[in-house]
């Protein structure tokens, strides 16, 4: 059985440095939001209560507490 997720996905939720639409990813420890303009990173307890449709289901497919 293969499993593929995405590593990354653009949500609606904006940059507040510059404007530009976030972006979800996950890596080998962690799932993070980032901006691919500016490359600003941001730790994802700061946006899941404002998670859209696209955070919801990059999500479905990690392994994660999302309780803090």
Known sequence: MTFFAPRDA???LHCPDCGTRLHIARSCREVHMY???CRAHYPLREYIHRADEAMERFLE?????RIE
Not at 61 to 65: A, E, I, K, Q
């Open 10 to 12: 653009e949500t609606s």
């Open 35 to 37: 901006c691919p303009a």
């Open 61 to 65: 497919n990690v392994y994660c507490d």
